[in-house]
């Protein structure tokens, strides 16, 4: 067996980031990847947090290393039913040459002009540095704008004939929301015959959350391109979110997405060299969501809604000349439900 998964781990070399690839796509979810981990023998408290899977499994195959405990990592999601799939990939990348694809040359140190040359301070800045070939540095005014805009996106109860559901929603009139048709229209109870917006369900809230019931009679949906807009019970005090953006969206553009994931309190994710494929009809990125996520307004960089997140959709990718089935996050273009609402007759601003 090959010694590149034993600590310190090189990330020069192919083989440690491809396996945190295939990581990435065998365990996207942080409860999967936390039980593949307990395990293989983590030592508890040292799961690492982040805002998205990728950046998690960066770090947590340096702390599988350091604890001696990755090759044990890959060996458990070998046997692992869940991801039968991948199980051949694991398999080669503990032989002592598994096959990958050609990596991009590294660079050397130049970009480090400080003086503190101690070798350790210089393998740790090193390290730190290869754990992601991308710029996770974000100019600080995203903190402020993503807070404000954040007022404006609801999270939803739903409930079909008693039975209750959850999704996301955002303001784009002060009495209309935007949101997706499954959120209103449920494949097996019919339409929603009840809604309520809560625009601060937030873990350190603290007030007079803002609660409003949602119109159940009148709603203005879209199956094929999986929208919906409800009018609320009154208007709201919170400013309407412009759609759309006069900017080229491009593959590997940084997106934030506001959501309320499983049903729970407000989060974002900012996710850098996120996009993945763009057309008239949709975005796919790589930014993480969950289940209660439907419907949140997915931003580019200047915090302008471009897409309407509605899905997860499966993708046919190359893994060392073998095709596998990897997954995506999936947003409605903002461009095609602006055709949608303009036909409608609903109000909205564009940017």
Request: proline share 5%; with cysteine; hydrophobic share 40%.
């Amino acid at each position: 067996m090959t010694n590149y998964l034993q600590h310190p781990l090189d990330w020069t070399r192919p083989e440690v980031s491809q396996l945190r690839d295939v990581f990435v796509l065998a365990y996207r979810r942080r409860v999967t990847a936390e039980q593949l981990a307990d395990s293989a023998g983590l030592v508890p408290g040292t799961f690492p947090e982040h805002d998205n899977m990728r950046a998690t499994w960066t770090e947590l195959v340096n702390v599988l290393a350091l604890q001696g405990i990755l090759s044990r990592t890959v060996e458990k999601a070998i046997e692992d039913p869940a991801v039968s799939a991948y199980r051949q990939r694991f398999q080669e990348m503990l032989t002592a040459k598994p096959a990958v694809s050609a990596g991009q040359p590294m660079d050397n140190d130049a970009w480090w002009k400080g003086a503190d040359r101690d070798p350790n301070v210089g393998r740790g800045i090193h390290l730190e540095r290869m754990m992601e070939r991308r710029n996770r540095l974000i100019d600080i005014c995203i903190a402020s704008q993503v807070a404000h805009v954040a007022r404006s996106v609801a999270y939803l109860e739903l409930n079909f004939a008693g039975q209750r559901a959850f999704g996301t929603g955002f303001l784009i009139q002060p009495d209309l929301i935007l949101t997706n048709h499954h959120n209103v229209v449920h494949k097996e109870y019919g339409d929603v015959q009840a809604i309520t917006a809560n625009f601060d369900h937030e873990e350190r809230f603290v007030g007079e959350p803002l609660v409003l019931k949602g119109k159940t009679h009148g709603i203005i949906k879209d199956a094929v391109h999986d929208w919906a807009v409800v009018r609320l019970e009154s208007a709201v005090n919170r400013p309407p979110l412009a759609l759309g953006t006069p900017w080229a969206i491009s593959r590997d553009d940084t997106i934030i997405i506001i959501q309320h994931p499983g049903g729970g309190f407000k989060k974002f994710a900012l996710d850098t060299l996120s996009i993945q494929f763009i057309n008239d009809d949709v975005v796919q990125y790589l930014a993480d969501t969950q289940d209660g996520s439907s419907g949140s307004p997915v931003f580019n960089i200047r915090m302008q809604p471009i897409a309407l997140h509605h899905a997860e959709v499966p993708v046919d990718i190359d893994m060392a000349g073998k095709r596998e089935t990897g997954w995506r996050n999936e947003g409605i273009h903002m461009g095609q439900i602006m055709k949608g609402l303009e036909a409608a007759g609903v109000p909205y601003g564009a940017n």
